[in-house]
């Protein structure tokens, strides 16, 4: 089933200024859908509306099946918004600021239960402006997931932590994924978004210029091989050579072209040294669609 459907999104600010043109993608229930793009491509600008902040110029946007501007009240009892600034009164304890967030839901987790499930248990006590950022961000993430949401919006959730908190939130994402909770990324980490997205799409200038499965997105770029060749003996593959003298070979087909080059350095009796194949990822992807856009 479908948590999210948006068709045909366009966004215009005041003075006329389109932020978003003609945007279209669906997010199915448990499925996380990760919106990327280059700095003011109109990921927020989108998000926005989906979360129902704001009414599409142009298009339909559903979330549950409503309306997310003019069903507000049905919607917003079943998501979870976790925006870039949580803003919250700097003099409250953790767990004061997470009671008072409570107290606007209508059934929300025990706030023990909130706190342990981004590890913040032990700062209950603490002043919020005594957090690190890394803790800020992990209690802007407790709060979201407060009212036990079916969707989540997730923007730039990892911003601030360190590998470890990093790494544990991506664990409770999972887990949350699992537990059939549909998630709406925003994130500059590609790496975030290779390693949770099932689908994703790449924005620029307003447009979805990219969409599809991380492979399906990274597929169309070549793969790589490097290696320091053997010398005295021609390769049998076109390699462009760096100032080391490592080569690189770039190949539509990294199994076939791989094969060749080790059963050529077999019959050769020749090592290939610090030999490296790699698919291209999703930096790489990326980086050559927002060069190609613009
Ligand atoms: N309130 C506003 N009024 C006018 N223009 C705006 C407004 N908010 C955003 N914009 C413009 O809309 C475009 C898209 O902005 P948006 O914040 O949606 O991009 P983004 O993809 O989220 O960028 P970032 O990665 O930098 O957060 C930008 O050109 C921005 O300057």
């Not at 004061?96 to 981004?118: D, F, H, I, Y």
């Not at 053997?230 to 100032?243: E, R, T």
């Amino acid at each position: 089933m479908t948590a999210i459907e948006v068709r045909g999104l366009t966004r215009r600010y005041s003075g006329g200024f389109e932020a978003v043109r003609g945007v279209s993608f669906d997010v199915e229930r448990g499925e996380m859908f990760a919106l990327l793009g280059t700095n003011g491509a109109g990921k927020t600008s989108t998000v926005e509306v989906v979360e129902g902040l704001s009414r599409p110029a142009e298009g339909t946007v559903r979330v549950l099946g409503h309306d997310p501007f003019t069903e507000r009240a049905v919607v917003r009892p079943r998501v979870g918004v976790m925006l870039q600034e949580g803003g919250f009164p700097p003099d409250l304890t953790v767990s004061e600021a997470t009671k008072m967030w409570a107290g606007t839901l209508t059934s929300p987790r025990p706030v023990a239960e909130a706190l342990a499930l981004v590890d913040l248990e032990h700062r209950a006590s603490v002043r919020v402006k005594q957090l690190s950022g890394g803790e800020r961000r992990r209690l802007d993430l407790a709060l979201a997931l407060l009212g036990k949401p079916e969707v989540l919006f997730l923007d730039e959730p990892t911003t601030g932590l360190d590998p470890e908190s990093r790494r544990n939130t991506w664990e409770l994402i999972r887990t949350l994924l699992r537990e059939g909770v549909t998630v709406l990324l925003t994130t500059h980490y590609l790496e975030e978004a290779q390693e949770l997205a099932d689908r994703l799409a790449i924005m620029h200038r307003g447009r979805i210029v990219a969409q599809g499965t991380v492979s399906e997105v990274v597929d169309a770029y070549p793969s790589r091989i490097s290696f320091v060749p053997p010398s005295g003996i021609p390769l049998p593959v076109v390699a462009d050579a760096d100032s080391s003298g490592r080569v690189t070979v770039r190949t539509n087909d990294l199994q076939s072209t791989l094969h060749e080059l080790l059963a050529w350095a077999h019959s050769n009796d020749v090592a290939l040294s610090g030999l490296d194949a790699r698919s291209a990822s999703l930096e790489e992807a990326f980086l050559a669609i927002a060069e190609e856009a613009a």
